[in-house]
């Protein structure tokens, strides 16, 4: 039972428009929610969070929305780049699940020139 | 901080034969994961210590599977005998608090 959800396994955007990445969940206890970016060959690497007490976070030109209603999350780039080609895991914890992060299955965002 | 080090980055062995993939935390991280990443199953969590200790090995596969972490700074992944459906990539991850940090993978080739 997959607790993290992408549904859209592949996003192709032009350079300069905006970017938007969308991650579904299934536990409401869920209260801490991250977004990792993955090039190949390459580890994922930290992106930007957001705690379930906030409802946007942002960094530069990345925003994260949670709704928890819907159980639903995006990030938001914007202008997107071409060096933002990559895969994308969406992922969430439990405060009382140690460090555990659960992840989506990954959406490869392609930003052509 | 070097960040979190994985060995060897590339792996192709024979079916049977004994695999060990070894990881080094980030220093001062109580936390260490061990995940695989296939294209069908996407980054599936295999198992994960806190200060030294197995917390949850659910996500281990089979008993073929099994994971040491002796000491703070060292931890290995074992699969023995191994075959080739354990192809993937084997990413080791460290953490103090929810951002984990993963190192660069090891790519496993059982042929």
């Known amino acids: 039972d997959q607790q993290v959800k992408q549904n859209s396994p592949s996003l192709s955007v032009q350079e300069g428009r905006i970017s938007i990445l969308n991650c579904d969940y299934t536990?409401?206890?869920?209260?801490?929610f991250l977004w990792y970016k993955k090039y190949p060959a390459e580890g994922p690497t930290f992106l930007i969070s957001?705690?379930?007490?906030?409802d946007k976070n942002e960094d530069g030109r990345f925003t994260v929305f949670l709704n928890k209603s819907a159980k639903h999350l995006s990030l938001h780039i914007v202008p997107s780049q071409p060096g933002d080609s990559a895969v994308y895991f969406c992922a969430a914890s439990l405060n009382n699940a140690g460090n555990m992060l659960t992840f989506g299955g990954g959406t490869r965002l392609m930003v052509k020139p | 901080d070097a960040g979190v080090i994985q060995s060897p980055r590339h792996e192709v062995t024979e079916m049977g034969q004994e695999v060990t993939l070894r990881c080094k935390p980030i220093s001062g991280h109580d936390y260490l994961f061990w995940y695989r990443q296939t294209m069908m199953r996407g980054l599936e969590l295999l198992i994960y210590?806190?200060?030294?200790?197995?917390?949850?090995d659910s996500g281990m596969p089979e008993d073929r599977f099994s994971a040491k972490m002796p000491n703070a700074s060292f931890s290995t992944l074992k699969i023995q005998p191994s075959e080739p459906r354990d192809s993937a990539v084997y990413f080791c991850?460290?953490?103090?608090?929810?951002?984990?940090?993963f190192g660069p993978g090891t790519r496993l080739t059982v042929t």
């Open positions: 957001i705690s379930s007490i906030k």
């Open positions: 991850a460290s953490s103090t608090r929810q951002r984990q940090y």
């Open positions: 536990n409401s206890m869920f209260d801490y």
């Open positions: 210590f806190n200060n030294n200790v197995p917390i949850d």
